[in-house]
């Protein structure tokens, strides 16, 4: 469910950023409304889903898949033209954020500090 609820506030993501691009510095009403509504939607979606899966993910994958989708949503509505060259740098972020998705590390950080400095403790001085 983390990861549903992360791809969703990915998305939520990549609607906060090009309605940030068409808010024309907060002059236009609509688009800045839907940058809030869903800024807070996104960053809410990205909390909760952090509760389950790491910060060095989330964070990557939140990130990827917001851009790959704020870049695609340009392309194809022209705003930003299509190149070979994007299309190949986006696929490899998206390659990317899949390998993330499945590389688990088996020790956290805070587990190995603490299991060190347990070890450390426990040794006569």
Known sequence: MSWIVL???AVFEAVWATALGQSDGFSRL???VVFVVFLALSMIGLALAMRHIPISVAYSVWIG???VLTVAYAMVTGG???TAAKAVVLTILISCIVGLKFTKASTSITEATAEALSVDAE???
């Open 30 to 32: 609509a688009p800045t």
């Open 80 to 82: 930003e033209q299509f």
């Open 7 to 9: 791809v969703v506030s």
């Open 65 to 67: 898949i917001g851009a």
């Open 123 to 125: 040794q006569p001085k």
